[in-house]
């Protein structure tokens, strides 16, 4: 039987819980051997190349670039998880829900203390860049989520316990360490 | 002005625990309290500003803006809206040019909103000025204002007779009728007031009265169910230099108004219970916290607790007994449903935000003011009463085995004759509908021990009514097959719950909210299989909550997925396991529009 296939991505999120999957140490010989990545940070693809198994999902949805991947996540995943705080509820982005996003973008790019020459009050319009949303979404409400790991970052073991259990049909062990958060 | 707050601040001794007492009044003074009227409350109270705010801001019936010359708070209640409210609503806009939540811009006349003022068996009702106006309707309305226009005084507004009994009284004038259906022990007339005090307690010990209280297995009658006799001994041997009685007559759960016939019909009786409560538990101050929709009572009231004195049930040596000192008076609230909850009433009554404590320490170790405290109902203190008077045996034998005694219902709704049924434990609904006169074959449901109880089927109507199976604090509300029952019932004691929570757990705080909207979600065809998952889940979660407001808060609709489940999977969409309600048009239009570019939506 081929190894199953993993893709991983980051939203709006800091890049925290990839770095918590990085944590298990020498262990990633092992996470190796147990499965293959596909479109992820970690081997540096950018596209799917094929169908995965397995999509873990870090950061929630601020802008439109993070829908479309999101979704393209659902089309090429057979189980999607939303890993840590950020993909699970929003997060600290979602900090920003309670202010209308014109009010956010004027403190930015035109009003704010840090604004040194803007004197055409541009706010970044180019056509490449992704739109903003008006809030940060979490991702289970944009697509189907089937498992979620909390945590800010999730430890190392908590993802690792999930990844196996997941592979190997396993039920997942959650002792008691691994899902305190004080 | 300033002259008038003064007064009244010292009135109160300038005493720091009596602020509600001092907002009360400059609240119905001027009919608002402005800033500086708070801030000078502070400096005489030597409390800080903020303190008088969170008190301030936690009650509904303070107000920081004026609410007009005559402020009407129209009741919300499930069975207003049952009753014709949304006409009487219509009416009152309508000829005001305002909507609700607003003030006339001559400043004459406030509309607002409220929670069941405990009138459910003559809906639609309002307060105005504090007083209580029954059965509206849009003509009863158009009345109404117009005698506003004329400026009459609220007391001359009244076009009908007054209600029956002591609701006829000088110091009550009201429209409110007492609806007694059936009388037991509690509601019966043979009772001479005072005759515990006189022939009973001067032969007993306090101990032998615990024991005769424990004899009569009496239960807590504001729905927990505490053996009664318990309480007082735990009371009785917490070590403190002063005890506290309190009668706990909030009653706030929408569809209650048993007390409220009580303190009209029956108000000796009580006052006798809660001196013999004193009396078992060596307390020398007893303190009735009335509900805020109550005022209206306050000079009767008072007027009686005088009488008491005079004739020495109340005071120094009551009953001839050396040394037993006892009195007692009124503590009003403004309007929180929470503050029925005893450790969050203590609170109130010390000038607080009426947010429950952590317990233990419970209020019989330490209560009001750091002292040991009993809380006891209206019902139970009255009880108490009979128990001493005829023997705890006696007591005993009316009811079921685990729940002695008699039990004032509160029903109302799809009903012939709501009003308030003594009736002995053990009944089962069944029985209650019949006599109330409800078509049986039209009921669809009964909303048991109000919002946070139950909503039944008809398939539990042979139920009992007794700690045993359906514990209730009292209210049946009867709702019939012409009734939606989603959005008329459930969502209706939702936003109640969501309006009335203190916010202190955010449980509480956040999940009522989710699951209204969730419901509303559903009852607008867009729910899905997962939302009635999710409801369930989510009302789990509420059980960790501080008090039973919190922990009860999703009965509405925990109660119906369960009893009526079909109602929610018949406006799900049953095509989709998931749903996104994503509109990624919607989400980027205000961005797109503050950076002005087109949004690109492929």
């Given at each position: 039987m081929s190894k199953p296939i993993v893709a991983t991505t980051s939203l709006a999120g800091c890049f925290g819980c990839h770095m918590s999957i990085l944590d298990i140490d020498e262990k990633i010989l092992d996470l190796i051997e147990l499965v293959e990545f596909n479109k992820s940070p970690i081997d540096d693809i950018k596209t799917f190349t094929k169908k995965c198994d397995i999509g873990l999902i870090e950061g929630g949805c601020c802008n439109s670039e993070n829908i479309h991947v999101l979704k393209d996540f659902r089309k090429n995943c057979k189980i999607l998880v939303s890993v840590g705080e950020c993909a699970i509820m929003g997060g600290l982005p979602a900090l920003r829900n309670g202010i209308p996003i014109k009010e956010c973008l004027d403190e930015a790019y035109i009003n704010g203390p840090s604004v040194q020459h803007n004197p055409k009050g541009i706010i970044p319009n180019d056509d490449e860049l992704p739109m903003l949303l008006d809030r940060v979404y979490p991702c289970h409400e944009i697509v189907k989520i089937d498992y979620y790991l909390p945590g800010c970052p999730p430890r190392a073991e908590l993802i690792w316990n999930a990844l196996v259990a997941l592979v190997t049909g396993d039920e997942l062990k959650l002792p008691y360490e691994v899902v305190k958060f004080d | 002005m300033a002259t008038n707050v003064q007064d009244i601040i010292t009135k109160y001794n300038?005493?720091?625990?009596?602020l509600m007492d001092v907002l009360i009044d400059v609240q119905s003074e001027h009919g608002y309290i402005p800033k500086d009227i708070t801030k000078e409350i502070a400096r005489e109270l030597d409390i800080s500003h903020v303190d008088v705010e969170q008190t301030m801001s936690f009650y509904h019936f303070f107000s920081e803006t004026p609410t007009g010359k005559y402020a009407i708070f129209l009741n919300d209640s499930a069975v207003a809206n049952m009753m014709g409210r949304q006409k009487v609503k219509e009416t009152f806009e309508r000829e005001t040019g305002i909507k609700f939540g607003n003030v006339t811009p001559d400043g004459a006349i406030g509309l607002f909103d409220t929670s069941c003022i405990g009138m459910n068996d003559q809906e639609p009702a309002a307060l105005i000025n504090g007083r209580v106006f029954t059965n509206l309707t849009p003509f009863r309305v158009k009345e109404i204002l117009r005698d506003i226009k004329d400026g009459k005084a609220v007391e001359e507004m009244y076009s009908a007779a007054f209600g029956d009994g002591e609701n006829r009284n000088e110091l009550i004038k009201s429209v409110v009728q007492n609806n007694i259906r059936k009388k037991g022990p509690i509601l019966s007339e043979d009772y001479t007031p005072g005759i515990v005090i006189w022939k009973k307690l001067p032969e007993m010990t306090p101990e032998q009265v615990i024991d005769e209280v424990k004899k009569s297995n009496i239960r807590g009658?504001?729905?927990?169910?505490?053996?009664t006799g318990l309480k007082w001994e735990f009371c009785r041997k917490a070590a403190g230099e002063k005890k506290y009685i309190f009668c706990n007559a909030d009653e706030g759960e929408p569809g209650t108004f048993k007390d409220r016939v009580i303190l009209t019909e029956r108000p000796k009786l009580l006052f006798e219970g809660m001196v013999i409560a004193g009396y078992a538990v060596g307390a020398t101050e007893g303190i009735v916290y009335v509900?805020?929709?109550?005022?209206?009572?306050k000079n009767y009231l008072e007027n009686l607790l005088q009488g008491a004195r005079d004739r020495n049930l109340l005071g120094k040596n009551i009953g001839g007994i050396e040394g037993f000192d006892f009195d007692i008076r009124l503590q009003f609230g403004a309007?929180?449903?929470?503050?029925?909850e005893e450790s969050a009433l203590i609170e109130s009554s010390e000038g607080k935000r009426g947010e429950p404590r952590d317990r233990p320490p419970f209020p019989v170790e330490k209560g009001y003011l750091g002292m040991p405290t009993v809380v006891n109902n209206v019902e139970t203190l009255c009880s108490v009463v009979k128990v001493l008077l005829n023997g705890g045996e006696w007591y005993a034998k009316f009811g079921t085995k685990d729940s002695s005694g008699t039990k004032l219902m509160s029903i109302s709704g799809d009903c012939k004759y709501p009003g308030v049924y003594e009736v002995e434990w053990g009944f089962s609904v069944k029985d209650i509908l019949e006599m109330a006169g409800a078509d049986e074959d039209r009921v669809q449901a009964v909303q048991v021990g109000g919002p946070s109880g139950s909503l039944i089927g008809p398939d539990e109507f042979s139920r009992t009514l007794c700690f045993a199976d359906l514990a209730t604090g009292g209210s049946l509300i009867i709702i019939d097959n012409s009734r939606d029952l989603l959005t008329d019932i459930v969502l209706n004691f939702t936003e109640f719950f969501v309006e009335e929570s203190?916010?202190?757990c955010s449980t509480c705080r956040n999940i009522p909210n989710m699951m209204k909207l969730k419901l509303e979600k559903i009852l607008d065809a867009r729910g899905i299989a997962q939302d009635i998952t999710d409801l369930e889940e989510w009302g789990k979660v509420l059980k960790v909550s501080r008090c039973g407001l919190g922990q009860t808060a999703g009965n509405p609709i925990l109660t119906s997925i369960k009893n009526f489940r079909h109602l929610y999977e018949e406006k799900i969409q049953k095509d989709k396991d998931y749903d996104t309600e994503f509109d990624m048009a919607a989400a980027v239009k205000a961005s797109c529009e503050a950076a002005g570019r087109i949004p690109n939506l492929n």
């Open positions: - | 300038k005493d720091k625990t009596r009658r504001g729905g927990a169910g505490f053996p509900r805020h929709e109550y005022t209206y009572l309007g929180a449903y929470v503050c029925g203190c916010g202190s």
